[in-house]
């Protein structure tokens, strides 16, 4: 019997072998993590010794040594005949950490507040070949024509008499040239007041989480959704609820039943890239979105990011298009042609809005960078910009069609796929429960390193969003041979 507990569970166990913290307590330290940030509640039964055991490919004793230890500490009580549940009565203070000795002979003299909410997954690069999520592949970019823009920058003496100003200002050049790329690329039209320009598409997220968003604030997102978005979510204090994405896009309907039960501060959606499954949202769908953020009185946090390379002849439109009532704050960055620094993040929203995500930035976001902003305004202004955005969706265009017969290859019948229609990401659904977590051990030993952000895995699906656009043709090959191995192996073990 599955547990509806085990898969909110298993991400916050990390279990390192070749740790000197013995294993039971790596999982007694993920479970603690889990209820300090409520994903299991108090009250909740965990899942049983055995089923638990199984899913992390360990001996059942480690785990019984694990609950052990959290009922001794007071986490969860074991009752006879029922199993373990998470304590009932409220937690006052916190408990002690469960540390190691070689933990104690580190201790620090004063308090330090742990953030369990910003624990990431192990994102180390153990290996030169690597799946990710759909990112671009910064080889590309002509870096030599990039710095003779800031070559001739750096010759300006106003410029370099603007480094010693420690004031935050904007750059109207680079702002006006973003305006411009928008009407071209996007269909859409702005003025100067309603747009905030940002070091990278992070800080715009981090502005408008900050600006919109308060502690116990209700918060929509989808459902698989993105998890780094979600965490940070969860660090404003924002309570997330899901909205399932299906093969129409967005369940509406689901939707709408949690807006006549609860008062919805915001809804955060890739409207053309639903992440992490790469559909679009239907102009249709679109549409009744914008009407029912205006009848329920909630913020559409619209990110476009993804949108850079588009395989079909006609352009989505995004959800700013059908706003006439000031819902959406739209973000989007130049990250998908440019690399640091050069991938500026920017912001669209009603003047008012642009104000306020003016303030929080200045405290996110050290002062002005005007020798990278005039460069870059001046690589766009000359059409550098759009015409490598032509030459690469040609290029990714190959790469996509290359990954798909790949993929018909290595993994016949087992998998379902699209071939995307923009974005440098495959949403891969296996047609057979596997161990994904197995899979990727498999795959590391071999020289491949896949992060755990990219598996989705539950009682309902098994699948993948896998990037294809930072890999050429020798390494994609390479990347899928490895992977449809460690697959094999533990199909056929």
Known sequence: MNSPVINKLLPYIKLQRNDSTPLYLQIAQGIVKAIQVKIVLRGEKLPGTRLLSERLYIHRQTVVAAYDELAAQGWIEILPQRGAYVTQQKIKAPHPPIITKEEKEKQLPYQLYSNPVLDLSSNVLHSSLFLTDGTPDYRTTDLKLLNTFLSAASQSKWLLNQLNKNIHSENENLKNQLINLLLIQKGIAVNAEKILVTGNHKISTLCILRTLIKPNDIVVVTQPGHYFINMMLKDCGAKLYTVSLNEKGLDIEELKSILAKENIRAFYIHTNTLYPTARTLSEEQKKELIALAKTYGFAIIEDDS??????????????????????????????????????????????????????????????????????????????????????????????????????????????????????????????????????????????????????????????MRIGYGHLNEQEAEKAIKIWSEGFYEVLYQ
């Not at 390379?309 to 960055?333: A, E, G, K």
């Not at 759009?386 to 290029?395: D, G, N, P, S, V």
């Not at 440098?424 to 047609?431: D, G, M, P, T």
């Open 306 to 463: 993804g949108t850079d390379f588009i395989f079909d002849r006609q352009s989505p439109t995004s959800l700013i298009h059908h706003d006439d009532q000031h819902t959406v704050v739209y973000l989007n960055s130049l990250e998908g042609l440019l690399p640091p620094p050069y991938d500026m993040g920017y912001i669209v929203a009603p003047s008012s809005v642009i104000r306020e995500l003016q303030k929080v930035k200045n405290t996110l976001q050290s002062t002005s960078s005007p020798l990278i902003e005039h460069a870059l305004s001046e690589y766009v202004k000359e059409g550098y910009f759009l015409r490598q955005a032509q030459r690469l969706t040609k290029l990714y265009l190959r790469r996509r069609n290359q990954f798909s017969v790949l993929l018909d290859s290595y993994f016949d019948r087992i998998i379902d796929f699209n071939p995307p229609h923009m974005g440098l990401a495959f949403w891969v659904e296996f047609k057979q429960k596997v161990p994904l977590l197995t899979i990727c051990r498999n795959c590391e030993r071999k020289g491949l390193t896949i992060p755990q952000h990219i598996l989705y895995q539950d009682k309902y699906i098994t699948a």
